[in-house]
């Protein structure tokens, strides 16, 4: 799978702001959606040293991709890879941190998804560029993103039930930039936004789909536990989970 070669990535974070700006340019926040056979999960662990570790670029990024077929859900492929930071901590530019080693892993797929789903923001981000978009606009392919905290914007608390979700708005001019969704009974909600190619509602739609019981969604969790299974040096122990596994917080 490979991506388009948009922009440099030895870059200042000003420079990272104005790419942001370009690129969005090319986001499409409609469906353009193919037929979906598969899904993907993809995320990034950090193997940070050093003092201030979190904020320099002295460390690897550890990134994993494990494909589905949708909508069965049966995992059919995973694949990571390494890389050296070359981007420090920044609020509102993580991409640049994050989607080298991505961009690495995905090149390594033989089954290539039809959908991503990133566990970060998508358009919810100050700039309306997160991670998923970036990732998205850059392998031209439908994103979502999934994410565990909120980056901006306000919101009231959804139904207790699975599926119930609220817009999350713009504190500021009232935009949808994207949906507080709860993914089963009584967990905490997740913070969905559409990447690229994809609307928000079907984002939401979608992301229901390939949850099975656990507050984050079965393609991005099988991505944190992989990442984090290669970053402690132990062995990928296969899929997470299958559909029907109980609630968990």
């Known amino acids: 799978m490979k991506a388009l070669q948009l922009h440099r990535w030895d870059i ?31 995320d990034v662990a950090l193997s940070l040293s050093g003092p201030r ?16 077929r949708f909508p069965e859900m049966e995992e059919i492929e995973r694949a990571s890879a390494t890389l050296p930071l070359t981007f420090p901590y920044v609020p509102g530019l993580l991409s640049f941190r994050e989607i080298p080693a991505l961009l690495t892993a995905f090149e390594r797929l033989r089954n290539v998804p039809d959908l991503i789903f990133c566990d970060g923001q998508g358009y919810a981000h100050p700039l309306r560029f997160g991670l998923a978009c970036h990732l998205g606009v850059l392998l031209e392919c439908p994103s979502v993103g999934v994410a565990k905290s909120i980056l901006i914007g306000k919101y009231r608390e959804p139904g ?16 949808t930039l ?12 997740v913070y969905v936004s559409h990447g690229h190619r994809i609307s928000l509602a079907r984002a939401v739609e979608l ?18 536990h992989f990442v984090g299974a290669i970053r402690r040096g132990l062995p990928s122990r296969g899929p997470v989970s299958k559909r029907g596994a109980r609630a968990s917080h």
Do not use: F
Request: hydrophobic share 40%.
């Open 207 to 224: 992301t229901m789909l390939v949850s099975d019981g656990y507050r984050i969604p079965l393609p991005t969790r099988a991505a944190d």
């Open 160 to 175: 207790r039930r699975a599926g119930s979700a609220v817009p999350l708005l713009d504190p500021d001019s009232g935009e």
């Open 12 to 42: 200042t974070t000003a420079e990272a702001r104005k790419i942001q700006l370009r690129l969005r340019d090319r986001l499409e926040c409609t469906d353009r959606l193919p037929k979906i056979r598969r899904v993907a999960g993809a």
């Open 53 to 68: 570790s979190w904020e320099t670029r002295k460390g690897l990024a550890i990134a994993g991709v494990v494909v589905y």
């Open 178 to 189: 994207g949906a507080i969704l709860r993914t089963a009974d009584g967990v905490r909600p």
